[in-house]
């Protein structure tokens, strides 16, 4: 248990429906990713806040995507009008800032699939 | 686009043996990690290892950058049946610490 947790674990549902995930980071963390894990491949990855900011986003992350953290504490990623083309583990990982700093502790991920 | 490229893809290998696999990446690097993936779950960072690191140890684990060459390995000493996992290297490149990910390496340890 790396203390970054993520809820729910698995997820199935219809395409064409919206779909939202959590991530709870390491207290202290400031800085929270979401990468995209596809069977076989490495993560990649989709976007990146530093406390409440959303400072980066993938290509990836198409307009069906939106992630928020509002009190830069927790973080939700939600899919609109989901694609099977979404089905996928969705990972969250957070880091703190600093000289010690790039280190990334991973959450158990969500696994999406979408019929 | 994932920057990372282990080789080899798969290994397997007797419990007791060395286990190593090696990664390329194409740009100027922060740092480079390697982290560890059981079946279907989440990923435990392993090691990290900075731009001006040569070389670093964790336990059973070895890691080496060559940033000359942009490649690293990572050498599993004593395997245990344990230690079967997907292995993957990722890179800090960005100002952000974003990674980018390798498309790991599958080791399988027989008892």
């Known amino acids: 248990d790396t203390g970054v947790s993520q809820d729910p674990r698995h997820k199935i549902t219809k395409r064409g429906q919206n779909v939202t995930f959590r991530c709870d980071p390491i207290?202290?963390?400031?800085?929270l990713y979401w990468y995209r894990q596809t069977l076989g491949q490495g993560p990649e990855f989709l976007t990146y806040?530093?406390?409440?900011?959303?400072?980066?986003k993938s290509r990836l992350l198409s307009d069906r995507f939106s992630a928020e953290r509002p009190k830069g504490s927790f973080s939700t990623l939600e899919i609109q009008r989901t694609e099977q083309g979404d089905s996928a583990m969705y990972l969250c990982?957070?880091?703190?800032?600093?000289?010690?700093?790039?280190?990334?502790?991973f959450g158990p991920g969500t696994r999406l699939t979408v019929t | 686009s994932q920057q990372g490229e282990e080789d080899p893809q798969a290994l397997s290998i007797q419990e007791g043996e060395n286990a190593t696999m090696n990664c390329s990446y194409k740009t100027s690097i922060n740092n480079l990690q390697w982290y560890r993936q059981n079946s279907g779950r989440g990923l435990v960072h392993l090691i990290l290892?900075?731009?001006?690191?040569r070389e670093k140890h964790s336990g059973r684990l070895r890691v080496t950058l060559d940033t000359s060459k942009k490649s690293s390995s990572l050498l599993i000493t004593a395997s245990r049946a344990a230690d079967t996992a997907s292995y993957f290297c990722?890179?800090?490149?960005?100002?952000?610490?974003?990674?980018?990910f390798g498309k790991g390496n599958q080791v399988v340890v027989i008892p």
């Open positions: 207290s202290e963390h400031n800085r």
């Open positions: 990722a890179t800090d490149a960005g100002g952000n610490n974003r990674l980018a």
């Open positions: 990982a957070s880091s703190s800032q600093g000289a010690a700093s790039g280190t990334q502790y």
């Open positions: 290892i900075r731009s001006n690191e």
């Open positions: 806040f530093q406390n409440e900011a959303q400072l980066e």
